[in-house]
């Protein structure tokens, strides 16, 4: 029997988009608790660099070489991940994008702005979660958390593709929940706030080329701006907070917690 503390040893989890940012430190906290953790991502100079760091603090890690827009590549990330640990507990989707390339220079999202978006942001949750399912299914056991973003709580002009993708992976993420509740496995979704990652430094880099308010600051005052007028704990978030909330649902003490959607955005968006 499972003992409903926040202990991960032998335990695996994938987390996708584990290289930089926000999935860094979910990978850093899921780690830290002892588990697994494949980091699933395109980039595996930065993937190894976190792989490195688990390894250094005494965890387990493997890169896998991982497009989550695709299909037989989710699949492969299954397989590699049962052949390297021989079993699979918890799946973050976390890989996502602000647009096609160059997006943060079009004052007006293009066609492959939309399309990246949702092959990334959507159906790489759904690709995914299809391809641990059935195996979580037969063990009667797992936890799902899919990142999306207190940008996909509330529909605004500007920066709609981003946002119109991450209100429906919370959608996705409520009928995973639905499907796979009968067979003792939790989905659930983090919406994180301001955190300033690469994919941010981009969202700023747009901000700062289509918003005349903000052409004379740097991408980071912008960031900054925004912390300060919207964020009423006054403090941006981290990759931390993030990775602690996660590592919450992933674990046995959130047993009756599914199909929710949790603010990590320090008050700025209260349900």
């Given at each position: ?6 202990d991960?040893?032998n ?8 290289a930089?940012g926000?999935?860094r ?23 190894q660099?976190?792989v490195?760091e688990?390894?250094?603090?005494g ?8 497009d ?19 079993n ?6 976390n890989?996502g ?12 999202p293009n066609?492959?702005?939309w399309?990246?978006?949702?092959d990334v942001n959507?159906?790489g ?6 391809s641990?399912?059935?195996?979580m ?12 973003s ?6 605004r002009?500007?920066f ?9 992976a ?6 995973w ?8 496995i ?5 919406c994180p706030?301001?955190?300033w ?15 005349e308010?903000n052409?004379?600051?740097?991408p980071?005052q ?11 704990l006054?403090r941006?978030q981290?990759?931390?907070d993030?990775?602690?909330?996660v ?13 929710q ?6 008050g700025?968006?209260?349900n």
């Amino acid at each position: 029997m499972r003992k409903h503390i926040m202990d991960f040893k032998n335990r695996t989890a994938i987390v996708t988009g584990g290289a930089r940012g926000i999935g860094r430190g979910i990978a850093l906290a899921l780690a830290g608790r002892g588990a697994n953790v494949i980091i699933a991502d395109l980039d595996e100079e930065s993937a190894q660099r976190v792989v490195n760091e688990i390894k250094s603090g005494g965890s387990r890690s493997y890169f896998c070489e991982t497009d989550v827009t695709q299909q037989w590549s989710t699949d492969q990330m299954v397989e590699a991940t049962l052949e390297e640990y021989g079993n699979l507990d918890v799946l973050v989707n976390n890989a996502g994008v602000g647009g096609a390339p160059g997006f943060a220079n079009r004052k007006i999202p293009n066609v492959e702005d939309w399309q990246q978006t949702f092959d990334v942001n959507v159906f790489g949750i759904v690709n995914c979660s299809q391809s641990v399912e059935n195996y979580m299914i037969d063990q009667s056991y797992g936890k799902i958390v899919n990142i999306s973003s207190i940008a996909g709580r509330v529909g605004r002009s500007g920066f709609a593709t981003y946002a119109a993708s991450k209100a429906a992976a919370i959608n996705v993420s409520q009928a995973w929940a639905f499907k796979l509740a009968p067979f003792g496995i939790n989905v659930n979704t983090v919406c994180p706030g301001l955190i300033w990652t690469p994919l941010w430094e981009s969202i700023a880099e747009w901000r700062k080329s289509t918003e005349e308010q903000n052409a004379e600051l740097s991408p980071r005052q912008i960031f900054q701006r925004a912390v300060s007028e919207s964020v009423p704990l006054g403090r941006e978030q981290t990759p931390e907070d993030v990775g602690n909330v996660v590592a919450f649902l992933a674990s046995d003490r959130a047993r009756s917690i599914t199909g929710q959607a949790i603010n990590v955005d320090g008050g700025v968006r209260m349900n």
